[in-house]
């Protein structure tokens, strides 16, 4: 069942990727940089998924025998190779997340960002009208906790808070016109 989901979750990042890579290539203004970025990105994305793939068809140690059957020592040995495993998929994930994240672009990255933050800051203003000083505090950490960690996605990509700050102008403007 587990090879099914991660087989589905291949095909979906593959399908999005190109998809990225085709919306890149069809829109007008794009310079070469760009579209050369996106074919880095992508063919990171499937340099990783190729390791998923590989981790996925690996054997699984002590294949046919019980855990109950197992000595306690078989069993601790087990479960270091699953934590192991379980962590080197969870950086290949993140780094096809941070891939599919430089598809996007740091100013689709930002609009879905502050579309997230709009429903908490409304919480915000509610809570504090309310003069609910505990949950405004707690809504104040997740936004800065939220906050944090898109400043450090953007770092990443090397987008200054200037340069997004002058992305989004620029997109506000062009879309008033």
């Known amino acids: 069942m587990k090879k099914n989901v991660v087989v589905a979750l291949i095909a979906v990042v593959l399908v999005l990727a190109v998809a990225w890579a085709a919306f890149g290539q069809a829109g007008a203004g794009r310079g070469a940089a760009q579209r050369e970025?996106?074919?880095k990105a992508i063919a990171a994305i499937q340099e990783q998924l190729g390791k998923l793939k590989a981790m996925m068809e690996a054997p699984q140690g002590q294949q046919g025998r019980s855990f109950q059957d197992m000595s306690e020592e078989e069993r601790?040995?087990?479960?270091?190779?699953?934590?192991k495993r379980r962590d080197e998929q969870q950086k290949v994930m993140a780094a096809i997340q941070q891939q599919m994240d430089a598809l996007?672009?740091?100013r689709q990255l930002a609009t879905e960002h502050q579309a997230a933050m709009t429903p908490l800051k409304?919480?915000?203003?509610?809570?504090?009208?309310e003069n609910a000083k505990g949950t405004?505090?707690?809504?104040e950490k997740l936004i800065a906790e939220r906050q944090k960690q898109f400043d450090?996605?953007?770092a990443a990509m090397g987008i200054t808070p200037e340069q997004l700050e002058r992305m989004m102008q620029g997109g506000g403007q062009r879309r008033q016109q």
């Open 122 to 129: 409304d919480l915000l203003a509610s809570a504090q009208k």
């Open 152 to 154: 450090e996605k953007m």
């Open 76 to 83: 601790t040995k087990m479960r270091e190779e699953f934590t």
């Open 104 to 106: 996007k672009g740091g």
């Open 37 to 39: 970025a996106q074919m």
């Open 136 to 139: 405004a505090g707690m809504i």
